[in-house]
């Protein structure tokens, strides 16, 4: 049945104004709404958007008048997105995962399956495979060797979890996600062109490698993921060369996001799309990478970080700290020399009036 207002607020932990027994069946913009959605006008433009459908009820801002926006019910949001959050967990359709075992999917006899959970069509799960009570996998899912899921996961069409990975509770994978994959890692007999480059400072010209060839190293370890961590459409979490790469709990990584082998991510982190964590970097607790940000290998991010996107980390950076830009630096900085840069560009534009450009003479 179709959730009250009531009850919604309830869930939302906040108050309404109205009728609270008024039911609705989703949510929806303003202007599209029908008479059975919750209308979500929680800043000025969608409030006034009201106007042009035909919602009873809305989620708004508080102070809002329901009377004055022609609603017969209203519940209140003082932190819109929060209650967004709340509300979207509420109203989520339960249509990602098929119900129970998929007679095409195929499971090692070794393998512990939970209770209650539902496998897909043409999954396959390996030997010695531990799945937690309640998880769900869609199609295509492959849980390689070994792989050991805690309770609650929920794992979408075309995952693959490789060998000697562990995961805690209440996982979540979007469609495309690579874990375990082999790092990536080779080496050259000789001094390569990167060691060589690095060892001149950039300097001179360098030389062919001899000899040339690059040599696998193999990845041993596996990977390490805490509770609550979600992980985003097509991206990748490499396995550790020894140890394993880790991700700490409550960490969310957006789609399209890479983190290289012996990486170790801390905990409530956000790595937002196109973001790359390089080989055996620390990234600590609470750090926020904007899109597209890149981090260098063998380093080391504090605490709270927040990297613009874009950015580009080729040094460690302290905790609290804020940077942007390519290289990577105090945001404060960055912002002040890009808006220098912007001033000496004006100055260096000279007006069309002062200086025309010669017309040309007759041909001679």
């Not at 104004?17 to 008024?22: I, P």
């Not at 390490?224 to 985003?232: K, T």
């Not at 302290?318 to 100055?347: E, K, N, T, W």
């Amino acid at each position: 049945m179709d959730p009250t207002i009531a009850e919604i607020a309830e869930t939302l932990g906040t108050t309404f104004a109205g009728d609270g027994t008024l039911r609705v069946a989703r949510a929806a913009e303003p202007a599209a709404a029908g008479p059975d959605d919750l209308a979500i006008a929680l800043s000025g433009p969608f409030l006034a958007d009201l106007a042009e459908g035909h919602a009873r009820a809305a989620l708004v801002p508080p102070g809002t008048d329901p009377e004055m926006h022609g609603l017969s019910a209203a519940i209140f949001a003082p932190r819109a997105r929060l209650a967004l959050s709340r509300l979207t967990g509420l109203l989520a359709p339960d249509d990602a995962f098929g119900v129970g075992l998929h007679p095409s999917a195929v499971i090692d006899d070794s393998a512990e399956i939970g209770d209650g959970c539902d496998i897909g069509p043409f999954c396959v799960i390996g030997a010695g495979v531990v799945l937690g009570a309640g998880s769900r996998l869609g199609a295509h899912v492959v849980l390689g060797q070994g792989v050991r899921i805690g309770p609650g996961a929920r794992i979408r069409d075309g995952a693959r979890i490789g060998p000697r990975v562990t995961a805690g509770a209440r996982l979540v994978v979007q469609p495309g996600a690579v874990i375990g994959g082999d790092g990536f890692s080779f080496v050259t007999e000789g001094p390569s062109g990167p060691e060589r480059a690095r060892a001149a400072g950039g300097a001179g010209t360098l030389e062919p490698t001899d000899p040339p060839g690059w040599h696998k190293i193999e990845s041993l370890g596996g990977v390490e993921i805490g509770d609550d961590v979600e992980i985003g459409a097509n991206s990748a979490v490499d396995a550790g060369t020894i140890r394993a790469t880790r991700i700490g709990s409550g960490t969310k990584i957006d789609n399209l996001v890479q983190v290289g082998h012996n990486a170790i991510v801390g905990r409530d982190c956000l790595l937002c799309g196109q973001s790359a964590i390089a080989g055996s970097t620390v990234i600590g607790n609470r750090v926020v990478l904007g899109g597209q940000t890149g981090v260098g290998d063998h380093l080391r991010i504090g605490d709270d970080v927040v990297a613009g996107g874009g950015s580009v980390i080729l040094a460690s950076v302290p905790a609290g700290r804020m940077v942007l830009g390519y290289p990577a630096q105090r945001m404060d900085r960055a912002l002040a020399l890009h808006r220098q840069a912007l001033r000496a560009g004006r100055r260096a534009v000279t007006p069309a009036a002062e200086n025309p450009v010669p017309k040309p003479g007759p041909a001679k």
